[in-house]
């Protein structure tokens, strides 16, 4: 069974400054996806950005960056320039391949982005 | 992205009634997922529903607790029978879709209380 290991319960970042929520999962599996998703008061979880494990490249996706550490299976998310936008939850989250496999989530981080 | 459209959007029960969470989704998927998430805590995956077959149930979750329907590709529904205070949460439906299905979209879920 996978395990995702979120050990941020509260973050705070200033505006414009930079942050980095941390994540480290553990599998016995070689392929598989990693995913941050952002959920803000509303509820909804939005997809913020993903990274296949069989690619060394880390995934960008403008102010959001990863840095996926496939040996340490660490899968940390920066956010740069940070916005009041920002402020959400933010889970970490594991899928095996395979259309019908199901995602593991952490316990999220809860990020506050403050004047 | 897929759009997907859950009502109710919050609900307050009674103990030992039942409610029905509708999900739409605007286009045809091959699955839809329905997540717990507790207050201040997590995601869990209830079941798994495909089109014409029976959900497939995540251990500690039963079909006579969390009855579900998937009488087409754009639609489900899942029913929170004999409620009770432990039930009340967010429960989010999802779909897979994106590059390959591997990437997974939520409704805004529907927030339950039960008194």
């Known amino acids: 069974a996978q395990t995702v290991t979120q050990s941020q319960p509260e973050m705070s970042v200033q505006e414009a400054e930079t942050v980095t929520l941390s994540c480290t999962y553990d599998t016995s599996e070689n392929n598989y996806y990693l995913f941050w998703y952002k959920q803000p008061p509303s509820r909804q979880m939005i997809l913020v950005i993903r990274?296949?494990?069989?690619?060394?490249q880390n995934a960008t996706e403008n102010r959001f960056s990863v840095n996926f550490q496939k040996a340490a299976k660490s899968f940390s998310l920066k956010i740069s320039d940070s916005q009041l936008g920002d402020t959400a939850m933010y889970f970490c989250?594991?899928?095996?391949?395979?259309?019908?496999?199901?995602?593991?989530f952490g316990t999220g981080t809860r990020l506050q982005v403050t004047l | 992205s897929a759009v997907i459209s859950q009502k109710p959007s919050r609900d307050i029960c009674q103990r030992g009634t039942s409610l029905t969470i509708q999900c739409q989704v605007d286009s045809q998927v091959t699955m839809m997922f329905w997540y717990r998430q507790q207050p201040g805590q997590s995601l869990t995956l209830i079941a798994t529903?495909?089109?014409?077959?029976?959900?497939?149930?995540e251990s500690g979750f039963v079909i006579d607790k969390f009855p579900i329907s998937r009488p087409n590709l754009t639609f489900s529904t899942l029913t929170v029978s004999n409620m009770s205070p432990e039930d009340s949460s967010i429960y989010l439906c999802?779909?897979?879709?994106?590059?390959?299905?591997?990437?997974?979209?939520f409704g805004q879920g529907t927030r339950l209380t039960v008194v």
């Open positions: 529903a495909n089109q014409g077959s029976e959900a497939t149930y």
């Open positions: 989250a594991f899928k095996k391949t395979g259309t019908a496999s199901k995602l593991t």
């Open positions: 999802s779909v897979a879709q994106g590059r390959g299905n591997t990437e997974a979209f």
């Open positions: 990274q296949e494990a069989y690619k060394q």
